[in-house]
């Protein structure tokens, strides 16, 4: 009973631990209560088109071709002649919702929101759309209703194809993109015959939002560098520059119109975003139209380092770099609406083509507006510090940044020293808890006694196996090797010639296949119950489900880890040799079937605390040994489309969930052998397995080695050198090999404890000559 309660508080323990990081990490930076705030001059535009092509990256819409021909001769020309333009720096995570909140709502996600769904609007947060007088918006059914249902009022209207056009297997991933493009034109025409339409696109502070997430679908499927990645790029210019032709004629030329093409994030070289390099956080920015710079001639050298200007032959244009989240004030201000109350993006003033006057009205609201949030995030706090003295707009911003900041990583250092005492607390328990337990007594007997009758009787139902009866219903025919042979050399073929087609998988193919992953789920039943023979069985079922969750090198990966398993049988098993252990098994002898006797499980030994080190080493080692599942970037999601290429995130993210712990099985498997061949009680071998967890630095058990020889410290060359000489050869190579290539502190121990007088006679011999010969002392 007391040992249920001790694992009962255990868990308990950890639990707390787990919720302390929601508390220290996943908090809302977003306040409420804050005024609008908007410029009191009238505005530039009365409109503004906003063109976000997902997944374009800087360097692929700038750079020129091998030929020195632009990819988007249109957008080319914008930046040239008519409009300003420069890169935008996200930040991470590099995705398409994050990326979409920071432009069109001026702040960065809410971690907060992960726990809360995708393609809902998780928090309540102001936007763009929102302050707008009638917003349309066409694109993806991923991103757009977040921003509808975020608003306040019925004047978002969103257009949205069905979520199944977005497969990655599809043949042509730019038609995403002409879907949106056709539905925008067929709109405008539409205008023209419908006088109420007509009347409300007529108004001020409109918005029309073009996602094209053709770029971004090519790029997964086809990775940035393919021919259908660019060839999207081209066919996105030609559709802007019909649309803008459109819109200035359907307006009779006003010049009352803003443009804004850019993108909500990267991709890397092998078609995935998430993380933070440079070619999935820098994205495109034009902007032309009504109220903005037109393209700037310069002569000086730019002040960016980065060597982009060069490699794009854009040196002799002005580049104006901004934060994702600037682009939310700077459309505010282009049609005259309150910039978005949780914004933290600081307005451009390169880009504004306007008096001066209206840029210090612009610059005075956004820094009333992040002022504002730090005014409501200084309340909640209820400190007396200092109030904050401001001579400049630019000034005062920087510091309404820095306590937003601050106030929201308040309680953070606190939190995480509470913590690490609490969970350094907890360890040092759970060592005295295993020095404890280890004492024999009259309760321990009992209890071992109780659960040895209880693990008999089920043993006792255990005891014939179905799989015998298998064996004789179902003989192999003589032929099945061959045909083995035949289906294994006709799949690979007949799949890879098929997609490579792009006609799909045969449905031949597909039966196959099935058939063999759903097989490999209990052909090890069939196997030999000898260790080896069932652990082989077993991993090679395992390594079926996660080759086809693979997409490169990685499938080595499990391979590996069981051969390296299977080398740390042999080698306990060379160490019980070599320490003469009564009743020790030949490998080949061991059943996979045997369960061990309660009554002979032994107490805990020296040895054990390397078991553990390497079981422990193991189960870290085949979890995280797939990919950092604290980054989404390390997943490709390449990986599932063995099973699924219509985007679907959750059902893309179970599939990886899944292939994550396929190596942990199998150290399952073998560490249920571990329990068996060594008779070591499995909540004697956990809790020294927490400590050992527990303990990430290595050098007291160095010390605690050197510290057991008398006389001057010596480095553990010189004690297997000792080792050497003071051993008969057998023994020799079994020391050596566990203190080099395990780490076996505990067999050097019992050896210097063992022989000190021979030890501490050839050291004195070795450090007052100077020089190490090999000979018996």
């Not at 982009?308 to 104006?320: A, C, D, M």
């Not at 024999?440 to 196996?465: D, E, H, N, Y």
Request: aromatic share 12%.
């Amino acid at each position: 009973m007391r040992m249920i309660m001790f694992f009962l508080v255990g868990l308990l323990v950890h639990v707390i631990f787990f919720i302390s990081i929601f508390d220290i990490y996943f908090t809302s930076p977003l306040v409420h209560g804050m005024a609008p705030q908007v410029s009191p001059l009238p505005p530039p535009a009365s409109r503004l088109l906003l063109v976000v092509a997902d997944g374009l990256r800087a360097d692929s819409l700038y750079k020129p071709d091998a030929n020195g021909s632009t990819r988007a001769p249109y957008l080319r020309s914008v930046m040239e002649e008519t409009g300003s333009w420069g890169v935008s720096h996200t930040r991470v995570p590099t995705e398409s919702r994050p990326g979409h909140v920071a432009l069109i709502a001026g702040f960065y996600e809410d971690v907060s929101a992960v726990a809360k769904g995708w393609k809902e609007n998780p928090v309540e947060f102001d936007s763009v759309f929102n302050e707008s007088r009638h917003t349309w918006c066409w694109g993806s059914p991923d991103i757009l209703p977040m921003f509808a249902k975020g608003a306040s009022g019925d004047h978002v209207y969103t257009y949205t194809y069905p979520a199944e056009r977005e497969d990655f297997a599809s043949t042509d991933a730019s038609r995403l993109d002409t879907w949106v493009f056709d539905e925008v034109k067929s709109f405008l025409q539409s205008a023209r015959v419908n006088s109420s339409l007509m009347s409300s696109l007529q108004k001020d502070q409109n918005v029309f939002f073009l996602h094209l997430l053709g770029i971004d679908t090519n790029g997964h499927a086809h990775r940035p560098m393919s021919q259908e990645y660019l060839e999207n790029i081209r066919l996105v210019d030609s559709g802007v520059k019909e649309l803008v032709s459109m819109v200035e004629d359907l307006f009779g030329n006003d010049g009352r119109t803003a443009y804004v093409f850019t993108s909500d994030h990267g991709m890397t070289n092998w078609g995935s975003h998430g993380a933070g390099h440079p070619s999935e956080t820098l994205t495109p920015l034009l902007v032309w139209g009504a109220g903005v710079h037109t393209a700037q001639r310069v002569t000086e050298p730019q002040k960016y380092s980065d060597g982009y200007l060069q490699e794009w032959q854009l040196e002799g244009l002005r580049r104006v770099d901004v934060n994702q989240a600037d682009i939310a004030p700077l459309m505010s201000s282009l049609i005259g609406v309150p910039i978005p109350l949780n914004s933290v993006g600081v307005l451009p003033l390169q880009y504004l083509n306007n008096s001066d006057q209206f840029k210090a009205e612009s610059m005075y609201s956004n820094a009333i507006q992040i002022l504002e949030q730090f005014k409501v995030k200084y309340n909640m706090e209820d400190n007396n510090i200092e109030l904050l003295t401001i001579s400049l707009c630019r000034s005062l911003i920087g510091h309404a940044l820095e306590g937003l900041s601050y106030y929201h990583t308040y309680d953070r250092f606190f939190l995480g020293c509470s913590v690490v005492l609490g969970f350094t607390g907890w360890t040092s328990y759970v060592v005295l808890v295993i020095l404890k337990t280890h004492v024999s007594s009259k309760t321990l007997w009992w209890m071992g006694v109780g659960a040895t009758l209880l693990i008999g009787m089920f043993l006792i139902i255990q005891r014939s196996p179905v799989t015998y009866y298998i064996y004789c219903l179902l003989p192999v025919p003589v032929w099945y090797s061959m045909l083995h042979v035949a289906v294994c050399a006709y799949v690979p073929t007949s799949t890879h010639s098929s997609l490579q087609l792009k006609q799909g998988l045969p449905l031949l193919n597909q039966m196959i296949s099935w058939t063999t992953l759903g097989s490999s789920l209990f052909v090890p039943l069939l196997s030999s119950t000898r260790l080896f023979h069932r652990l082989l069985s077993i991993f090679l079922s395992l390594t079926a489900t996660y080759l086809l969750l693979s997409t490169g090198s990685e499938a080595l990966f499990p391979p590996v880890l069981s051969w390296l398993m299977f080398v740390w049988i042999n080698i306990e098993q060379e160490a019980m040799l070599s320490q003469g252990i009564s009743g020790r098994q030949e490998l080949s002898t061991l059943d996979f079937s045997e369960n061990i006797d309660i009554t002979k499980i032994r107490q805990l030994k020296l040895d054990d605390i390397r078991r553990s080190y390497f079981f422990v080493f193991f189960i870290i080692t085949a979890f995280f040994g797939t990919g950092n599942i604290a980054s989404i970037n390390s997943f490709d999601p390449a990986s599932v489309y063995c099973f699924l290429t219509v985007f679907n995130p959750f059902i893309m993210g179970g599939l990886m969930m899944w292939k994550v712990p396929h190596p942990t099985h199998k150290h399952t498997t073998m560490s249920y052998h571990m329990k068996v061949h060594y008779r070591v009680d499995s909540g004697m071998l956990l809790r020294a397995c927490e400590a050992s967890v527990s303990q990430t630095r290595h050098s007291n058990v160095l010390v605690l080695l050197l510290s057991c020889a008398p006389g001057p410290p010596t480095s553990l060359s010189i004690l297997v050198r000792a080792s050497l000489c003071c051993s008969v050869k057998g023994v020799v190579q079994s020391v050596v090999r566990d203190l080099q290539f395990l780490g076996n502190f505990s067999h050097g121990i019992t050896f210097i404890s063992q022989n000190k007088n021979r030890l501490t006679r050839f050291r004195r011999k070795v450090f007052v000559s100077g020089h190490f010969e090999p000979q018996l002392v």
